[in-house]
């Protein structure tokens, strides 16, 4: 059994990737906002935290395990460049740093 953790699994891919891997028998920890717990399948491990902020999160991503960063915008488009850096870069820079502090054995961006 693989642990994941999982940024963005409210989200179309994330929710799909999650169920596919709990159905496989992997351990699965998505990290979400306060307001999205209601959104993760049942199994999944919740971790409430600031997407943003590596130091919420760090402590809940498991050493070894699989780092899966899918947070991001819906439908990106040149149009949302601002929310792009704002949201999928900062995220994806918080999620590298977390991943990097815990120890995670592999990250997929």
């Given at each position: 059994m693989k642990e994941v953790f999982?940024?963005?699994?409210?989200?179309?891919?994330?929710?799909?990737?999650a169920k596919q891997l709990l159905?496989?028998?992997?351990?699965?920890?998505?990290l979400v906002?306060?307001?999205s717990v209601?959104?993760?399948?049942?199994?999944?491990?919740?971790?409430v935290a600031d997407p943003f902020d590596p130091g919420s999160f760090q402590s809940f991503v498991p050493k070894n395990a699989v780092f899966v960063q899918l947070l991001?915008?819906?439908h990106p488009s040149p149009g949302k460049a601002i929310q792009f850096r704002e949201i999928d870069w900062r995220s994806v820079k918080?999620?590298?740093?977390?991943?990097?502090?815990?120890?995670?054995?592999?990250?997929?961006v």
């Open positions: 999982i940024t963005g699994a409210t989200g179309y891919i994330g929710g799909r990737l159905e496989r028998g992997h351990r699965v920890i998505a906002r306060k307001g209601h959104k993760v399948c049942q199994g999944t491990e919740i971790v991001g915008v819906p918080a999620s590298a740093d977390a991943a990097s502090e815990a120890g995670a054995l592999h990250t997929s």
